[in-house]
């Protein structure tokens, strides 16, 4: 079973517009395991296409690593 979630900004300080993501998350047949993966999809605005993606890797590797902490010390 794949479950997601999408969201846009209508407003945001990045130097992007037309900012969508989505969250994923997929079960692992046979494992207690999940996969979750965040995507999105924007334009860069006085940026290059690269500084735009590399902003949005980092902010999406920090929040994985955050959400993975989270679940494997059971929220707390």
């Known amino acids: 079973m794949t479950r ?5 900004f209508v ?11 989505t969250i994923s998350v997929q079960d692992i047949a ?3 395991a ?3 993966t965040w995507s999105g999809s924007f334009s860069p605005v ?10 949005f890797r980092g902010i ?5 690593t955050a959400l993975k902490e989270s679940i494997l010390s059971g929220g707390k």
Do not use: C, I, R
Not at 4 to 8: E, K
Not at 60 to 64: A, F, K, P, V
């Open 34 to 36: 999940s996969l979750v």
């Open 4 to 8: 997601s979630y999408s969201y846009s």
């Open 11 to 21: 407003s945001a300080p990045f130097p992007v517009t037309g900012y969508v993501a």
């Open 60 to 64: 999406y590797e920090d929040g994985l």
């Open 46 to 55: 006085n940026v290059t296409d690269e500084e735009a993606v590399q902003l």
């Open 30 to 32: 046979d494992k207690a």
